[in-house]
């Protein structure tokens, strides 16, 4: 697949999960369960509408970005909004949050839980996150859950980032990589780099993306397997990727889940 086909794809497969179709975990355990295992507090998961959390994460960036009442936070990939409206009760009234996803159906979704659940401090903007639709310097807090591994440009993503941050702003993301190298059947297939597997890259290289777009301090920590996939998973996406597998080979051979920081400096 070229790029313009993956990204295809991806848009293809979100639309569909966002109007009741499965994707990464949709279809397997309970989203709410599946929160709390990645690292969502019971009292976390009341704050936000339950039709917002689609199962689609990897770990929970806003407990990472430490939010403080009265900023701004950008979340890259927001989906349905959950990550935003739980960064949204943390920012308060004096504070805003905006989503930007490249999905009109998660859009759409999003602004609809946001005008019924009452949140007047959170938007959704309609864009691709290689290009985003955000003023210079205008956020001081980026997040992003397990969705950056979907681009095709994922250093054009953390030089977007950089450029869109305040100096001084913050980088707090959640998304997953890889141990070793994926084997090339599943880098060439549909399934897999749509399931947030195809398009993962090793450890080291996501580091060295984030730091070439200019920020420093720059972690990034492991913090365990994927929790997308399992033997259980009636994820078609999933299925197709296990089936892709080795005999013996497990997805937590290749990929983990990984928290991602950085900050960029004050002029």
């Known amino acids: 697949m070229n790029q313009t086909n993956k990204r295809d794809a991806v848009r293809r497969a979100y ?3 966002a109007t009741g179709g499965c994707g ?24 936000a509408p339950e039709e917002a959390n689609l199962g689609l994460g990897c ?9 403080r009442a009265g900023e701004v936070v950008l979340d890259l990939g927001s989906g349905a909004g959950f990550d935003c409206f739980l960064a949204a009760r943390q ?5 805003r ?4 996803d490249m999905t009109p159906e998660m859009i759409e979704r999003a602004r609809t839980l946001a005008q019924k659940h009452g949140f007047t401090n959170v938007e959704f903007r309609l ?5 985003l639709p955000i003023a210079d310097e205008s956020v001081d807090v980026i997040i992003s859950n397990c969705v950056i591994n979907l681009s095709t440009d994922k250093l054009q993503v953390f030089r977007e980032a950089y450029r869109v941050l305040r100096p001084g702003g913050r980088l707090a993301i959640s998304d997953i990589a890889l141990r070793k190298e994926l084997p090339q059947r599943i880098r060439e297939s549909v399934a897999a780099y749509v399931g947030c ?7 080291d290289e996501y580091q060295r993306m984030v730091k070439a777009a200019g920020f420093r301090d720059v972690r990034v920590t492991v913090k365990g397997g994927s929790t997308c996939i399992d033997s259980n998973t009636q994820d078609p996406l999933g299925q197709a990727i296990l089936e892709a597998l080795g005999e013996g080979e497990t997805v937590e051979d290749y990929i983990v ?3 991602v920081e950085g900050v960029k400096a004050r002029e």
């Open 59 to 67: 770990g929970n960036p806003t407990a990472l970005a430490g939010l």
């Open 127 to 131: 864009g691709e996150i290689e290009h």
């Open 257 to 259: 889940s990984v928290s």
């Open 15 to 17: 639309a569909q999960i």
């Open 97 to 100: 949050v905006i989503g930007v």
């Open 197 to 203: 597997v195809g398009g993962a890259v090793l450890i």
């Open 91 to 95: 920012v308060g009234p004096t504070g």
């Open 24 to 47: 990464c975990g949709t279809c397997g355990p309970d989203p709410q369960t599946l929160a709390q295992s990645i690292g969502y507090s019971k009292q976390e998961l009341s704050e």
